[in-house]
């Protein structure tokens, strides 16, 4: 995909919670010039400055004071502040979810309290525009701040930001042009002054238009059928010679099975395989005794207890399941590698999908480099930092709209 058009403006921005600096990378090909950063992680820093230039601090908590000191030092004026918080402890894939009104459990957790570091640093440097990146539940979840007083995090956003107009609303990735059913929270502030400027309302903030490319993949297909097949069969079968990241791990003959026996492009679970000993399909899912012969479906995903019984394992409807060729992908997430992961496998090939395809369906453009030393020390730790970035077709979008106002 070539939705990005490099440069079109010319802004700066400091990005706080940068990871790897992917989402960056969006604000840098529309002409962003980073000042500053922050990411805790040093894997994540070392990949961030071997794309995106600027200073790039550490913990939050601990660099916020000289990180504003050193911005207001370069003595221009700040045009954007992109903040991508911590989010596992807001997410409804986390094990608290369904708590988002319990303050005890917020509250034991100290990343659900880093937002406020960044409003603090959005405060003290004042820029034009600030966008906050995180998962849908993030502005609806009630905190109790140091002071004591209880709030929704999008409730303290506005209080704290006062001298901006703006709102929190959800919308998933596939509006910005990105091939995955992925919904985000976006929290967009405009400065009063630039607001009053050109007549905007907090109410005008979630109805910014963002255009698609011309070239974005209707489905997952258009965004990773031309790459060269791929199995997880063997060695011999799991990777292409000329990308190191069009790789996949090599699955046991047990578990590859499960996967095989699924139709292609049937967008159907292991779940679902009919019996591999008269053919059935009639076992309903997640049941391993097959309804109609009598016998073990070992096809589905099963384990075999000590005392030699079979039995089905415990998952969810979308785990183990190929990706729709027709659709979209499924979020892509930190652990692509894990077979059983949800939705996760290819449309017709027998395995998961590969780095480069992550990269690919999360709108990573091959310019985007990756320092030897981080693929070579872990493909894993790569599947991670891609599956937690927001693509950088979406940060660009986002902040392509606001230098249009």
Same mark, same amino acid.
């Given at each position: ?186 929290? !967009? ?7 009053? &400027?050109?007549?905007?309302? +907090? @109410? $005008?903030? %979630?109805?910014? /238009? ?9 489905? !997952? ?7 060269? &097949?791929?199995?997880?069969? +063997? @060695? $011999?079968? %799991?990777?292409? /010679? ?23 492009? +049937? ?139």
């Amino acid at each position: 995909m070539s939705g990005f058009i490099q440069p079109e403006y010319k802004f700066n921005y400091v990005s706080l919670f940068s990871s790897a600096g992917i989402s960056d990378f969006g604000l840098k090909l529309l002409g962003g010039k980073c000042i500053a950063a922050c990411e805790l992680d040093a894997n994540r820093r070392l990949v961030h400055e071997a794309n995106i230039s600027g200073k790039v601090f550490s913990d939050i908590r601990e660099d916020k004071n000289r990180l504003i000191e050193y911005v207001l030092k370069q003595g221009e004026t700040l045009d954007l502040v992109f903040a991508t918080p911590p989010c596992q402890s807001f997410s409804t894939a986390n094990s608290r979810r369904g708590k988002l009104k319990d303050t005890i459990s917020a509250n034991s957790d100290p990343r659900n309290f880093l937002f406020f570091d960044a409003l603090e640093v959005c405060c003290k440097l004042k820029p034009k525009f600030i966008v906050i990146e995180n998962v849908p539940n993030f502005g609806r979840r009630l905190l109790r701040n140091e002071q004591g007083a209880e709030g929704h995090v999008e409730e303290f956003i506005d209080v704290i930001l006062s001298n901006y107009i703006g709102q929190t609303f959800v919308k998933c990735v596939s509006d910005f042009g990105v091939p995955q059913s992925r919904k985000r929270s976006f929290s !967009i502030y405009i400065r009063k002054d630039i607001a009053k &400027e050109n007549n905007i309302h +907090s @109410k $005008d903030v %979630n109805k910014l /238009k963002y255009i698609k490319p011309l070239d974005a993949p209707k489905n !997952i297909v258009d965004a990773i059928g031309h790459l060269p &097949e791929l199995d997880s069969r +063997s @060695k $011999d079968s %799991n990777s292409y /010679k000329n990308d190191i990241f069009h790789h996949v791990p090599v699955l046991s003959d047990k578990h590859y099975s499960w996967i095989a026996n699924i139709p292609v492009n +049937s967008g159907k679970s292991a779940w679902m395989n009919s019996c591999e000993h008269c053919g059935s399909a009639a076992t309903p899912m997640f049941e391993i005794k097959c309804s109609s012969c009598g016998k073990d479906i070992k096809v589905r995903p099963h384990i075999i207890e000590n005392n030699g019984t079979t039995r089905s394992i415990k998952g969810f409807r979308t785990s183990y399941k190929r990706i729709h060729p027709d659709g979209l992908s499924s979020a892509i997430t930190t652990n692509t590698n894990a077979f059983s992961s949800d939705n996760k496998l290819h449309p017709s090939q027998n395995r998961v999908l590969s780095v480069r395809e992550c990269m690919l369906i999360q709108s990573i453009p091959d310019t985007f480099k990756w320092p030897e030393q981080i693929f070579y020390k872990s493909m894993h730790l790569v599947r991670e930092m891609v599956g937690e970035a927001l693509p950088p077709l979406v940060s660009y979008q986002l902040a392509k709209e606001l230098f249009r106002l």
